[in-house]
């Protein structure tokens, strides 16, 4: 059967998808909640630093190397909370309000 077909009625979608715990592959999430629980926020990013939705896990599916910031004033400015490398996730890192991303 294919993602997103019809059964009994019933709209179906892949189980990653659907599963609110996850992060997309190539995305950076934030969960409002420890644990990654709570309202998830998906972005695509690019090398650079920009604020980041209020959120207190995070996940890293992209390829690049991302620090997650507690900014203050500014991008750089403020308490680097954790650096992740592609493909890991933090459940309870503290309160993350903004993030660098390193390039290849």
Do not use: H
Request: net charge positive.
């Amino acid at each position: 059967m294919k993602p997103g077909a019809l059964l009994g009625g019933a709209f179906v979608t892949p189980a990653a998808a659907a599963d609110p715990n996850t992060c997309p592959r190539g995305k950076v999430c934030g969960w409002s909640g420890v644990n990654r629980t709570g309202v998830r926020t998906v972005l695509s990013v690019t090398p650079g630093c920009m604020p980041f939705k209020t959120a207190r896990s995070v996940s890293n599916q992209t390829s690049y190397r991302i620090e997650f910031w507690k900014i203050t004033t500014g991008c750089g400015a403020g308490t680097r909370l954790v650096t992740l490398k592609p493909g890991t996730y933090a459940d309870n890192p503290g309160t993350v309000t903004g993030i660098a991303v390193w390039g290849g």
